[in-house]
């Protein structure tokens, strides 16, 4: 199953903020860019290795979805710097949840720059501190590693039990 989000929507988001990004000189947009442009290159390797990030997967393509309809490449003027900002917040926000389970699930030398790229921006920016409170850190450092390590301990459980 292929993840929610259309390819060409990841695609014209990735454009979008690379333009913002450029335009504004802001981190915010370059990391979202480079974000959505691995979950476009990744679709299938995502829709095999993200079932805990559901959630934020739907949440994202909403997103991506108003953010798309509302700054195309066509609409004139842009947003404001806040505005592209708050978005890719938003979207790093979700992309670093998913992007999480999939290196948990993976390894790390499943990652691409882009993951890479936007995982170390969500571990060292100072905006997303684990025990900070909030569901974003609650789930990346908490929940996430122990439902994927649930998983594959009960996996490996039945494997054995099948073997015997």
Same mark, same amino acid.
């Given at each position: 199953?292929? @993840?929610? @989000?259309?390819?060409?929507?990841?695609?014209?988001?990735?454009?979008?903020?690379?333009?913002?990004?450029?335009?504004?000189?802001?981190?915010?947009?370059?990391?979202?860019?480079?974000?959505?442009?691995?979950?476009?290159? &990744? &679709?299938?390797?995502?829709?095999?290795?993200?079932?805990?990030?559901?959630?934020?997967?739907?949440?994202?393509?909403?997103?991506?979805?108003?953010?798309?309809?509302?700054?195309?490449?066509? =609409?004139?003027?842009?947003?404001?710097?806040?505005?592209?900002?708050?978005?890719?917040?938003?979207? @790093?926000?979700?992309?670093?949840? @998913?992007?999480?389970?999939?290196?948990?699930?993976?390894?790390?030398?499943?990652?691409?720059?882009?993951?890479?790229?936007?995982?170390?921006?969500?571990?060292?920016?100072?905006?997303?501190?684990?025990?900070?409170?909030?569901?974003?850190?609650? =789930?990346?450092?908490?929940?996430?590693?122990?439902?994927?390590?649930?998983?594959?301990?009960?996996?490996?459980?039945?494997?054995?039990?099948?073997?015997?």
């Amino acid at each position: 199953m292929p @993840i929610p @989000i259309p390819n060409a929507l990841l695609v014209e988001g990735g454009d979008l903020f690379a333009r913002y990004g450029d335009a504004f000189d802001d981190v915010f947009a370059r990391v979202c860019c480079r974000g959505l442009q691995a979950l476009a290159a &990744q &679709q299938e390797t995502y829709a095999a290795f993200t079932r805990a990030s559901a959630d934020f997967m739907r949440h994202l393509h909403t997103e991506l979805c108003e953010f798309t309809a509302q700054y195309s490449l066509s =609409v004139q003027p842009g947003p404001s710097l806040a505005l592209v900002q708050e978005a890719a917040f938003c979207m @790093i926000e979700d992309m670093a949840l @998913i992007m999480r389970e999939k290196k948990l699930r993976m390894g790390c030398t499943g990652l691409c720059a882009g993951e890479e790229e936007l995982m170390a921006f969500f571990e060292g920016s100072g905006y997303w501190k684990a025990g900070d409170g909030t569901l974003v850190t609650d =789930v990346y450092y908490a929940q996430l590693p122990a439902r994927v390590l649930h998983e594959l301990l009960e996996r490996t459980e039945n494997a054995v039990r099948s073997a015997v």
